[in-house]
Structures are given as structure tokens and as C-alpha cells.
């Protein structure tokens, strides 16, 4: 068994652990076919030639596969509602209803020529252990609400509903499918007029995100189950080379002060620093234009992105002032000017509860799973949710690491583990206290 890295669970305290213990014996076992045949039927709305899928947020297709889900949930015995930002929430009754209940969940809008497992499994997943529950005939103290969150893909606008930090100019963006945010949340039963009241200002007791991993790592090292440790940060920049344009033809090589030649230095020193680096930070260029663009003029003119994810904020800003020294020493060695320029785009760290990271690792331990603690280095809506109320995260693995493809994959298997250890966490955190961290 791999351990995690980091642990401390004082702020854990189970109750009646012994009685959990015989009670968790006898908790049935997910089942991989009917989770499969599930993901292949929400599969089907949405669907394009490559075998993948085209359900965007607030599309017919969208629209389509959220009837799918409201039916099977109300055929669980849920009492299905759409709140204003347009997510489904499933109430499942508590013995004591005056407790905060327990959310789970996740997300079945795809980006543009998707998979058919990212967000999918985390609510096949959440369905299945209500099943669960249901055939085994128990009860749990607090209340249950699984959830699918309103359009992950372009902006987590569900979880960011919930968690408050929605703004009125996220709104009036254009989604993927063509529809501004404030329309299409109207299009599948919300009311852009009344986000503000989608805001939870009322106690959850926690909330667990099953989800696929997105990336190759637990293939790779043979694991079964991720657990999560937290959603990494995301900052961007713009950086401009300013060298001098000229004939490409006349200006001989020696002297040329070509931007594009020194963009180049720094990217390929960007992604060296970032390589040899220690930890687990990422850095991309991803996007490259050249000024003024034609093939007999040297460019005068270079911008560039820069994107760096890390799951702590001071190893990101770290890495960033690599980037600038590795700046301060191609403009010496070019005579270019590089300037860099802030981005909108800042997301902060979001770390998982400690508690639950425990809960869920206690749950894998139960069914003899293995499984090692990771960062996430994708965003979820658990990445919202994280601001509001102890989060936990559960990652299955994906084959070949790929995501965001037609060609993800999660084995029937996977999926059933990570609904096997997704009840068994729910059912404990319905026996636990904690105080947050």
C-alpha cells in the first residue's frame, strides 16, 4: 500500500466505529454493468461521429440528458428540484432533519468533441450509491443531496451559484453552445434573475466529488483510487517580445533583434525550468503569434501565453519569477524587450479537507483497494464548494490519461470502485464530527 505523504486527522472524531465496521461488511458492492450501461445511454445524448460527445452546457443535447438523470433520480426515490442557477439537486431524507445534509455530485456537460466519463462518473457514481442505500434499506442521520452542477466546462457556474462568487459579468459571457450564460440558465429551468438566491447560505455537512482523473498517473503506478488532496491554482499571463521588424532578405543574421527567436529561448527555458524544478508545478505556453506575420519580415513583435498550475500559491509565484530572471536573461542576450501582462484568469489553490481525505482513504482501506494522495491538476466544482463547506475528492483512473477526447476511457470496474468508496465515505462522514481546518 502507498501511503500519503501528509496526515493528520485530529480534528477526526468518529462515533460508534465499531458499529460501522459490521455495518460496512455488509454493504453490497457497486455495479460495474449497470454504471456502464448507464454512462452509455447518457452517452447517446449529445453524440457525434468520433464516439464521443457534443453536450455542451445549455444545449438541446444538455437538456436532453438532464431529463435522462431527473428521471432516474425521481425512479431512486429523490425528491429532484432545479434550483435558479439551473442545478439538480436529489434530496434524500435524514432521520434528523435538522441536521446539514451531505452533498455529492458532479457534472454532465461536456466541452466541444468530448468524453463520455468526465463529470459522468461522479454522477452515475453518486446515483449508484444512493441505490445502494436504497437496497440495503439505510437510513443515514443526515439528510442526502446529490447533485449535477450547472456547466462545469466553461466556468463551473453551478458550484460558483452556490458557493456565492458568481458575477453578473460571468453571466452575459457566450457558452460553448452559443448562449449567453443568463439565457442558457434559463433554457434548462433556472431564473437568471434569482442567482443570487442559488447561494447556500445554510450548513453542508461536506461534500464529495467522484470523478476520473484526467490525467495517466494512477494507470501508470497500477492504483486503484486518487485521493484528492486539492485543485491546484491556475494564473495566467501574456508576455511581449519587442524586438525590430526588417527585411528578411537584406538583414543580415548577425544584430537582428528577431522576437520570435527569442520568444523561443524562453519558452524552451520555461518549460526546462519547470521540468527540473522539484515538485509537481506545471508550466504552458499554449498559445503564439507573430508580428507582423509575413514570411519575408523578421518579426518585430511576439506574444505569448503562460499558464502555471501548482497546488500551492507561493510555489506558483515562485515559478514566475523563474520565468522573469529566465526573461531578464534572454533580452540580454538578444537585446529585445519583454514585458509581462497580468490575466484576468487567478484561481487560488483549493486544498481538501484533511478529515475527509482521511475518511475516504479509511473507505479504500475497507475494500482492500490501494491508492495514493494526489493534487488535481484540472479544475472541478469541488474547487468551489471547497470555500463553503469540507470538501472531499475521490479520483478513478483514466486510461492513457486522456481527457477532454472521444477517446477517454474509465473501465467499468474503475467506476464501481470509486461508487464502492464514494458510499462507504458518505456513510461515515454521516457518523463523523470535524471542525474545520
Keep these: 500500500m502507498i501511503k500519503p505523504l501528509i496526515m493528520n486527522v485530529a480534528t477526526l472524531i468518529i462515533l460508534n466505529i465499531s458499529g460501522f465496521n459490521l455495518l460496512a461488511a455488509d454493504l453490497p458492492n457497486a455495479s460495474a454493468d449497470r454504471m456502464e450501461a448507464r454512462i452509455l445511454a447518457l452517452s447517446e ?34 425528491d429532484v428540484s432545479i434550483d435558479y442557477a439551473g442545478n439538480i439537486i436529489g434530496k434524500r431524507a435524514g432521520k434528523n432533519s435538522a441536521l446539514a445534509p451531505i452533498m455529492f455530485g458532479s457534472h454532465i456537460d461536456s466541452v466541444p468533441g468530448g468524453g463520455n466519463y468526465d463529470g459522468d462518473v461522479g454522477v452515475i457514481g453518486a446515483l449508484e450509491a444512493v441505490e445502494l442505500l436504497n437496497s440495503t434499506g439505510i437510513t443515514t442521520e443526515h439528510p442526502l443531496e446529490m447533485i449535477i452542477f450547472t456547466d462545469e466546462e466553461s466556468g463551473t457556474v453551478g458550484s460558483k451559484a452556490l458557493a456565492g462568487t458568481l458575477t453578473p459579468e460571468a ?8 448562449f449567453k450564460r443568463n439565457e442558457g440558465v434559463d433554457r434548462i429551468g433556472g431564473d437568471h434573475t434569482k442567482l443570487k438566491e442559488a447561494n447556500r447560505t445554510t450548513p453542508i455537512h461536506a461534500f464529495v466529488e467522484l470523478h476520473i482523473e484526467q490525467g495517466g498517473f494512477l494507470e501508470e503506478k497500477k492504483l486503484n483510487i486518487g485521493i484528492v488532496e486539492g485543485i491546484v491554482g491556475i494564473r495566467w499571463w501574456t508576455l511581449k517580445v519587442e524586438g525590430v521588424a526588417n527585411h528578411g532578405g537584406t538583414t543580415p543574421m548577425p544584430g537582428r533583434k528577431d522576437a520570435l527567436v527569442a520568444a523561443s529561448k524562453l519558452v524552451i527555458a520555461i518549460n526546462e525550468r519547470a521540468t527540473n524544478m522539484e515538485g509537481r508545478q506545471v508550466a504552458t505556453v499554449g498559445k503564439i503569434q507573430a508580428f507582423p506575420g509575413a514570411p519575408n519580415v523578421i518579426p518585430g513583435k511576439v506574444e505569448f501565453s503562460l499558464e502555471i498550475r501548482d497546488l500551492d500559491a507561493d510555489k506558483i509565484q515562485h515559478v514566475y519569477e ?59 466544482d469541488a474547487q468551489e464548494m471547497a470555500a463553503i463547506t469540507p470538501t472531499g475528492m475521490i479520483f478513478v483512473p483514466s486510461r492513457g490519461g486522456i481527457s477532454h477526447s472521444p477517446k477517454e476511457y474509465t473501465s467499468p470496474q474503475d467506476m464501481a470502485n470509486g461508487a464502492d468508496v464514494l458510499l462507504r465515505t458518505l456513510l461515515k462522514l454521516d457518523e463523523s464530527k470535524f471542525t474545520r481546518e
Design 45 to 78: 445524448f449529445g453524440k457525434n461521429a468520433d464516439g464521443g460527445v457534443d453536450r455542451t452546457a445549455y444545449s438541446d443535447a444538455d437538456i436532453a440528458g438532464r431529463s435522462y438523470m431527473i428521471d432516474l433520480m425521481k425512479t431512486a426515490g429523490l
Design 171 to 178: 453571466m452575459n459571457d457566450i457558452s460553448s453552445s452559443g
Design 322 to 380: 523563474v520565468v522573469q530572471q529566465e526573461a531578464k536573461a534572454v533580452e540580454k542576450a538578444t537585446g529585445v524587450k519583454i514585458t509581462f501582462e497580468t490575466s484576468n484568469v487567478d484561481i487560488h489553490p483549493a486544498p481538501t479537507h484533511m478529515t475527509l481525505r482521511s475518511l475516504i482513504e479509511q473507505s479504500t482501506n475497507d475494500l482492500g483497494l490501494t491508492y495514493q494522495y494526489m493534487p488535481s491538476g484540472a479544475g472541478h
